[in-house]
């Protein structure tokens, strides 16, 4: 009978956890964003920021700093900490001029595709009453890269229809840098040849 | 049976509410609650924010936000990538930067004001911005400026990891740079054409009579800026990413005015002669990206909380308040908590000191409180019915208790310190002259501790041995 009650609640538990599996490395073709683990552990959601850690991080892998900074004290602006909402975050982005797309609605999923395959990560709602970065996306198989920030050294992997209840779940928006995507990991090769 | 299933599953839905509410988050936190009644209410709509409005007048605003509501940009993953690493205070960066802007050849490749209307994804970054360094880990930076030329994401040129092209200098000539570009893009996708050809059986001519370009000959020698990087550390623990600073030196939002120095004509060529690769291709850099903190102490001036992760000591929030105080005290000062793991490479402190503030300034420490002290240093609220100063409820009796079992010189300190506070505050209350009358209990306190401290570092037979870090599991 209490092995009954155990199993039953661990499997409960684990039904809460939308994840399939961890992505474990930090490179991955899928991969929209290329950011080490180490990078990605500074935006780790210490007090309930995590639209704006999902922002920051986008951020950092698109090399704006207005953007990256967005937990702390800067030249950019002053830290902002704590929950939002879109029109929060309308505010803190013309106030730091940074240059972002804030859409709500039905059309939130084409953007999050159209980010992915252009090279860009985003932040967007994830989970009840959270927000999330998007890492990556495999469009052959539909396949979606998450990051969360509250356990940013891992990379989340959900199946499309996972990844649909975990966006639904906090209500479709979601915030796109307006900048140029990063340049891939240069490296050397013969090309000439 | 059907009756333990029953209370099985009442059970379950008795807990499960339970369940519900561990895993929400806090309502003041996060997605604020009003953030889903905002998105109901915005609908589907794109805004498009952070452009500069300053100078806009109304209509013009008018006219962006409904052209901005419009669908998704275009694709932009078929552009070529022109990356450009800058040093501060190198000239020749900042007028490559401004020509970039200004110059009508490189304006062809790049627009710097508007990246949908670039031809190419401009991206500039700074050599000292912590936070952008592991992107290099694959390369070698010879020199400022550098620019790297990469194929697109979309793949259709080949890998988008591949370098083109890397430049490094500028010597003034746009024109000239643009050749370096463009002609090494040419090449290169010449070279592309010709492989898929190959692999698809047609018959090409050469590279040179399909596409106008000659052999990859470019070099491109000009002024420099030396490559000597000086990343600033970076923290090496985040044990306190809530802190105010940000964990590295973000690209300067506005960068100083570079002093103008003569562009030379002819400067020693910064790689070899052959192009396209001043390097060895084959060099296998360290496939770790370099994130890993320096582990010198800062040239700045900052007061470091270093404390036990393994152990809970209420002396630590307490140290962490006091030197948040210090550094609002002292403009300019930086703030960081460490765990004593990584801060015993780097400082000079021993496991049974902890938790205790370093202050640095100038790469040396220049002092070092320890919690146990704050107790003697901070006494609690004076009674109002009460005489102020240093009473008996302030003495340090875990230390009295340590230095009675053997704890050794250190375990005495707070009660040097307190006694001497304690002399202090009865002749102060008696109107008799006291040492230093002019500053109070808490600075006298640092002042002692700062003096005992120095004495007994200067003692070397009162010196324990430095714990050796545990290593990591």
Known sequence: MPCAIICLLVASLLSLSPSLSLAQEDSNPFYSMDLPSDLRYWYRNPDGSCVQCSIGMCGVDQNVPAAATLLWDSEYGPRERGGSYPGRVSKYCNSRQIKAYNITGKETW????????????????????????????????????????????????????AFRRLHLASGQWVVILDYPPHPSPPEYRKWWQ | MSRKILIVLIMF????????????????????????????????????????????????????????????????????FITLITQRGCAPCARLKADFSSDKHLQALVNTTDHKQSWAHFNLYDAADKSQSFRWSKVQIKGYPTILIQPPRNGKYGDSKIVINQLTGYDGNGEKLFNAIAGSIRAYVAKQAQKQAIESGAAV???????????????????????????????????????????????P???????????????????????????????KPDAKPDVAPNDAIPQYAEVVVIQDAEA?????????KFAKRLRHKRSG????????????????????????????????????ILGRLLD?????AANPEQPSGQ??????????????????????????????????????????????????????????????????????ALQKPAETPPKAS
């Open chain 2, 376 to 380: 003697v240093l901070n006494p609690p």
């Open chain 2, 333 to 368: 000062m930086k703030f960081r908590v460490l765990d004593w793991k990584e801060a015993s490479k780097i400082y000079p402190i021993s496991r049974d000191e902890l938790p205790v503030a370093v202050v640095t300034s100038d790469g040396k420490v220049e002092s070092k």
């Open chain 1, 110 to 161: 084409d953007w999050m595709r159209w980010a992915c395959r252009n090279g860009r990560g985003a932040a967007i709602g994830a989970g009840g009453n959270h927000f999330q970065t998007l890492y990556g996306h495999d469009p052959a198989t539909n396949t979606w890269f998450v990051c969360n920030n509250n356990s940013p050294r891992k990379i989340d992997v959900y199946s499309d229809a």
């Open chain 2, 253 to 283: 939002k506005n960068e100083p005015p570079v002093t103008p120095s003569p562009l030379l004509p002819n400067p020693s060529p910064v790689g070899p002669d052959a192009f396209p690769f001043p390097l060895d291709p084959d060099a």
């Open chain 2, 205 to 251: 001519g050469t590279p040179t009579n399909r596409y106008g370009v000659g052999t990859p000959t470019n070099r491109h020698s000009n002024q420099y800026c030396q490559a000597e990087v000086d990343y600033d550390r970076t923290p090496s623990d985040y044990l306190a990413p809530i802190g105010v600073d940000p964990p590295w030196s973000p690209r």
């Open chain 2, 391 to 460: 009473g008996l409820e302030t003495f340090p009796v875990s230390s009295l208790v340590a230095l009675l079992s053997g704890g050794g010189v250190g375990a005495a300190i707070p009660i040097v310190i307190w006694g001497l506070l304690y002399l202090r505050s009865k002749r102060r209350a008696a109107g008799q002259q006291v040492i230093a009358p002019q500053i109070d209990e808490a600075q006298f306190g640092l002042l002692v501790n700062a003096v005992v401290s120095t004495v007994l570092s200067k003692i070397p």
């Open chain 2, 13 to 80: 839905a008795g807990l499960a509410p339970a369940i519900a509410v561990f895993g929400q988050q806090p309502n003041s936190r996060n997605v604020a609650p009003s953030a889903k009644a905002e998105i109901l209410r915005r609908g589907n709509f794109v805004e498009h924010l952070g452009g500069d409005m300053r100078f806009a007048d109304a209509e013009a605003i008018a006219s962006a936000a409904v052209a901005d509501v419009m669908g998704q940009p275009a694709d932009d993953n078929h552009k070529f």
């Open chain 2, 312 to 320: 809970k000591d209420e002396d630590a929030g307490e140290l962490v």
